[in-house]
Each structure stands twice: as C-alpha cells, then as structure tokens.
C-alpha cells in the first residue's frame, strides 16, 4: 500500500485553499519552498499531476480535483474522530462559521447569540447574513440557517421549528384600498414579492386557477417588505417573526387569517458527514432552545 506524508497532504490541501504555495505558507508557517518541495514529492509517489501551476494562477487538474474532494474528506473524518474522543472531556471549542438569512440574523440570531457566547466561551463565531443561497461547501461554513423548501440533498437538514407566515397590511392601505376577503381579491391589489420565494407555491391555486399577482415592489429581504406595508404602499405574505412586532403595536393587521398557507421550516444545514462537529450540534441545540421558548413569535 502507498504511504502518504500527513503533512505533505496538509500542505497540498493548504495551496488548493489558499490558492498559492505563498499563501500556503503563511496558513502553514513554512517557506514556499518547503510547500512546493512537499507537493512536488506528493505527485512524485502518486505518479499524478495534482496541479497546473502558471505564472498567474494555480489551479486542480482533474485527478487533482478528485483527490482533494477526498482528502478534505479524510481529515473531517479525523476532525470528527477527534471531537468523539474530547466530547465531555474537553470544552468545546474552535471557529464556527454560520451563514442566515438577513432578517432572521438581525431579529433572532443577533439578540442571542452573546448568550451562546458566553455558554461557548471557546468558540468563536463568524456570522455570514445575506438572503442569497450560500455554497457551504465553497464557502467554508459549518451551518447554514435556511428558512423553506430544501432542495440540495447533498447536505444534512437539522428542523429546528415551523415558521408561519402571515398575509398583511396597514389599516392605511385598508382605509384606501379595501380589505381583501378573499385570496382572489389579491389580483387586485398592489402585492410586494418576495423573490426568493417561487412565486408558483401551492396556496396560489385556486379553483384551479393560478393567481396572478403583481405589484410596485420585488425585494429578497422580508424586512423592506414589512416597512413597505407599514407606509401603505401594498400587501404581502411574511413570516411571523418579522411582523409580528408591527402587529402588535398596531402598525400592521393580519388579513386573510383562514387563507394562511402551510408553515415553512426553519432549518440548520451541514455538508454531509458521518458525524456532526460538537460545535454544530451545540449551536443546533441552542437555536431549539430559543425558538422553543417563544413559539408564538414564529
């Protein structure tokens, strides 16, 4: 059997991320030549080009690409091993990358996660919010907080609690407009879109008629959705935890309560692996805990 040097395996994955022997390096704390030196000896035993190395730019060949999509995998599975052995001898520790959605980040996750800081004192936590779908993989992160329909069955789902959402708008816009009794009434009125959500979903069939839907407002962020039905400017579909504050202050009323389409879930997403990293399942466990203390808000 071909043996392989743990740290020339190390050094190859560290050039593929870093995307230089230089920038490998530093991520190392070696010389450039001893990354280039480690490489080369790699492909020398293996008999295989890893790289295409230019004056410009370094990219995979295609057993190179091959061969790093396993050898991450290998050292997760040591990563993984490791933290079976510590868990509940040692404190859980090391970077958390999270990726969630803008709202959901500023009104839920914000609030609380100094809580979860000060539960994990040794784990420090990046926090990515953007409405956009995010590559975990690609993008290094450890869990992805996503609200809906999942389709990538590459990664391991987590349900962490249903979301409702909620047809409103102001009293203003009623006052002007009308109140909608019906789901076919929206076809008359202005609907602001939220755009990352297919607009061929199930409860806008009716009667075995599509509704057809339209307005002067399209946004991938729920919360200029709610400060645009505040101000009267239309009506939209919402989860709960956003308005739910609005509804409560008076600013916002729920319409259309018997038309309220299916919950969406609340999900945590992890690349796939055998086992979840202890600093994930932790974060899983807090975010049931905070959510299960306010279901009403979602």
Known sequence: MQQYDFVALRSFAAVVEAGSFKGAAELLQASTAAISRRVSGLEASMGVKLLNRTTR???LTEAGRVFYRDVTEIFASLDQ???KVQLGTETIKGSLRIAAPLSFGMSIL???LPQFMQRYTEIDVQLQLSDGITDLVADGID???RIGQ???SSLVASHIIDIERVFCASAGYIEQFGLPKKLQDLERHNWLQYSLINSKES???VNGKTLELSGS????????????IVQGIGISLLPKFIVEKAILEGDL????VADRPEPLGLFALRPSRKYTPSKVKVLIDFLREITATAPNKY
């Open 81 to 83: 091993a490791l933290e």
């Open 203 to 205: 409860w806008r069939n």
């Open 110 to 112: 914000s609030p609380a």
């Open 57 to 59: 730019q370094i990219d």
């Open 150 to 152: 999942l389709k990538d």
């Open 217 to 228: 407002l399209i946004s991938n962020n729920g919360d200029v959705l709610k400060d645009a």
């Open 143 to 145: 869990v992805a907080i």
């Open 253 to 256: 009323q729920e319409i259309l």
